[in-house]
């Protein structure tokens, strides 16, 4: 590389290799942290929020160079540039792999400024010991070494294919078949079945009411651990394990197994059923999968901050490194306001003779509009308050269209206290604040089916159930093929004489529901 430069060509190679560090630092959060973050990201969008923040850097840089690293300039003066820039690359390499250095030691505010202060040291001892020669090749070898990072991130070049994809269009609905049952499958997330008990939320309405004439689980166990392979596991019968990456509208586990539109499992049986169909839904790529869905629209869960919130995160004390916690409290409560306003619609429309519904409640942290996070009890207490509210609006709207009836209540994984909102809590609230009373082996969900036309059959089932048996349940309560919480009872015993445990057992490896993909953010 040329030692001497145009005002130009340096202006634009300080832009190039800041870019580089910029999105390095801002963007490994949400990209680097798991083999699966990609099919997290369905939402690009997101990447242009407060974009003016990393155009007004990139500008600076860009004058920096033209105008300071000039051979006219004093040699202290370009160097001190040319330490800046380099001072940013070595950031940025420490951003990515600062996870890494999480996971082996405790990284406290002060030794995280000790390591940023090593970067700009280094590069300060890097513009006075080598040629300038050798200082450009470091430069450029730092970010070809970050680029390289996310051109490996599985699932990369699928992604940024899809990003240049138009959106295909929706098939043609299905024809309105008037003898099926409408039935809505609510799945609650992070709806743990123990504190709700405690609460006595199952003894206030509308659940109480809800109970009197439904079927009522009370062994019932998740399809998973954490969100991302729970509800795979749901829609395709069987639980999906371990996880292994994930990409533009795929995941796949560790046995090569897939879950995508190809392998949607109960969506796709709705499809060759004729069955009309919504979807709306948090976290997954829904409308990715869900190709046949009348109606559909899924939330992100954003751990993409901004440019300018993300790029000053590096610089933030220690607790505030804590993430998805700050993400989610970010956005819990617009979160919740979104699909709850999508399920109206759908729910408002009778050709969506099932309706799957995918929301953010009682999850922490708090997501009542205005609410203030204070420990993980309240906040999750909050929430169930909150729950009760939104169920009875469901219920109320799915009555509203009068006739028979059905809705299907349960969760993708119980409350992960111990596994991950305790240490969240305590390093956020202070000590004492993430204890919620969560037993520390109990892994059960609430799983209840109500009918609307049941009343004083209510029936409360002590034998084990997963909610994997939603794949089959759903199509056989929609085609009336299962009647009355008797019915369900009866195939929920034939279901778990038919697969023996394999179903139903707990999971003993509880790494995947500490955190939020694969091996990095589990949701």
Same mark, same amino acid.
């Given at each position: 590389m040329m030692s001497e430069a145009s005002p130009l060509r340096q202006g634009l190679r300080y832009a190039l290799l800041g870019l580089a560090a910029l999105a390095a630092i801002a963007l490994s959060e949400s990209i680097l942290q798991s083999t699966s973050s990609l099919y997290l990201a369905f939402a690009p969008r997101v990447y242009l929020d407060e974009a003016w923040a990393l155009a007004a850097l990139l500008a600076g840089?860009?004058?920096?160079?033209?105008?300071?690293?000039?051979?006219?300039?004093?040699? /202290?003066?370009?160097?001190?540039a040319r330490g800046l820039?380099?001072?940013?690359?070595?950031?940025?390499?420490?951003?990515?792999?600062r996870r890494s250095l999480a996971a082996g030691l405790a990284l406290s505010g002060m030794l995280k400024l000790?390591?940023?202060?090593?970067?700009?040291?280094?590069?300060?001892?890097?513009?006075?010991?080598?040629?300038?020669?050798?200082?450009?090749?470091?430069?450029?070898?730092?970010?070809?070494?970050?680029?390289?990072?996310?051109?490996?991130?599985?699932?990369? !070049?699928?992604?940024?294919?899809?990003?240049?994809?138009? @959106?295909?269009?929706? !098939?043609?609905p299905a024809t309105l078949q008037p003898t099926l049952r409408r039935t809505l499958v609510l799945v609650l997330d992070e709806w743990d079945l123990e504190i709700s008990q405690r609460a006595g939320l199952f003894d206030r309405s509308p659940l109480r009411e809800m109970q009197a004439q439904g079927f009522v689980a009370t062994r019932a166990m998740p399809a998973g651990p954490n969100t991302l392979v729970s509800i795979p596991g749901m829609l395709q019968g069987r639980r999906f394990g371990a996880l292994d990456s994930g990409g533009a509208g795929y995941l796949e586990n560790r046995s090569g197994a897939r879950f995508d539109r190809a392998h949607a499992g109960l969506f796709n049986d709705l499809d060759?059923?004729?069955?009309?169909y919504g979807v709306v839904g948090f976290y997954h790529d829904y409308c990715a999968i869900a190709r046949g869905a009348r109606r559909c629209h899924a939330e992100p869960v954003?751990?993409? !901050?901004? /440019?300018?919130?993300?790029?000053?995160?590096?610089?933030?004390?220690?607790q505030e490194f804590d993430y998805p916690y700050s993400d989610f409290l970010r956005?819990?409560?617009?979160?919740?306001?979104?699909?709850?306003?999508?399920?109206?619609?759908?729910?408002?429309?009778?050709?969506?003779? @099932?309706?799957?519904?995918?929301?953010?409640?009682?999850? !922490?942290?708090?997501?009542?509009?205005?609410?203030?996070?204070?420990?993980?009890?309240?906040?999750?207490?909050?929430?169930?308050?909150?729950?009760?509210?939104?169920?009875?609006?469901?219920r109320d709207a799915l009555q509203a269209a009068q006739g028979d009836v059905a809705m299907v209540l349960t969760s993708d994984h119980w409350l992960r206290e111990k596994e991950l909102w305790a240490g969240i809590y305590e390093r956020q609230r202070g000590p004492g604040s993430g204890s919620a009373g969560k037993s520390e082996k109990d892994q059960h969900v609430p799983f209840m089916v109500w009918f609307s036309q049941a009343a004083g059959k209510g029936l409360q089932f002590e034998g084990p159930v997963s909610t994997t048996s939603l794949r089959e349940l759903v199509p056989a309560l929609a085609q009336r093929r299962l009647n009355s919480p008797?019915?369900?009872?009866?195939?929920?015993?034939?279901r778990a004489a038919r697969l023996g445990p394999s179903e139903t057992q707990p999971f003993d490896d509880l790494h995947g529901a500490a955190v939020h993909a694969g091996d990095g953010h589990h949701h």
């Open positions: 840089l860009a004058l920096l160079g033209a105008v300071l690293d000039q051979p006219r300039r004093p040699r /202290w003066l370009a160097g001190a820039l380099l001072a940013l690359l070595f950031v940025a390499l420490f951003q990515i792999f000790a390591l940023l202060t090593a970067c700009v040291l280094g590069a300060a001892l890097a513009v006075w010991r080598l040629q300038l020669e050798a200082q450009w090749r470091l430069a450029s070898a730092a970010a070809v070494a970050m680029l390289s990072m996310f051109a490996l991130q599985p699932g990369m !070049p699928g992604y940024l294919l899809s990003l240049m994809k138009s @959106v295909e269009a929706r !098939p043609a060759e059923a004729g069955i009309g954003q751990f993409f !901050p901004g /440019w300018w919130a993300a790029l000053t995160r590096s610089v933030k004390r220690g956005q819990w409560s617009a979160t919740l306001a979104a699909l709850r306003a999508q399920a109206r619609q759908t729910l408002a429309d009778p050709d969506n003779q @099932v309706v799957w519904l995918h929301l953010n409640v009682p999850h !922490p942290p708090i997501a009542l509009a205005g609410g203030r996070a204070q420990s993980l009890a309240l906040d999750y207490q909050a929430n169930l308050d909150l729950l009760q509210t939104v169920v009875s609006e469901l008797a019915e369900i009872a009866a195939f929920m015993q034939a």
